[in-house]
């Protein structure tokens, strides 16, 4: 089993930046991709960024634009998502997820991970 914790959600003015922040514990060593999805009210779950735990190759949802960016710290199981640009329409609790099996981040993306942290509120507004 792996434990995620997500910290550092809050409100945001438009325009703004924000770093979630994700703790790993528990059987780390078969992470193989961690990842940030979003669910806003009303709305679907989308898949915002993975990383590739084997190699730190990193993919992102198509919403995101060049404005997030996914990073770990592997001594501390830690991973990072870095939110720039922020917009109204970013506000959405924002989870943290992990999988043990391997597939593609394209996969993960669309289809989500094996394992969820209970999320943080992200709100943009001014």
């Known amino acids: 089993q792996v434990q995620l914790v997500e910290s550092g959600g809050g409100l945001v003015q438009p325009g703004g930046s924000l770093r979630l922040s994700c703790k790993a514990s528990?059987?780390?060593?078969?992470?193989?991709?961690i990842g940030w999805f979003r669910q806003a009210p009303g709305k679907e779950r989308e898949g915002a960024a993975c990383?590739?735990?084997?190699?730190?190759?990193?993919q992102y949802g198509g919403f995101v634009k060049g404005r997030f960016t996914i990073s770990r710290d592997v001594v501390n199981n830690t991973v990072y998502l870095e939110m720039n640009s922020l917009k109204p329409e970013d506000t959405a609790v924002y989870y943290c997820?992990?999988?043990?099996?391997?597939?593609?981040?394209?996969?993960?993306?669309?289809?989500?991970?094996?394992?969820w942290g209970n999320g943080t509120l992200v709100t943009v507004s001014s």
């Open positions: 528990g059987s780390t060593r078969s992470i193989r991709a």
């Open positions: 997820a992990a999988d043990r099996w391997g597939s593609s981040c394209h996969f993960y993306l669309n289809y989500g991970m094996d394992y």
């Open positions: 990383l590739d735990w084997r190699d730190g190759s990193t």
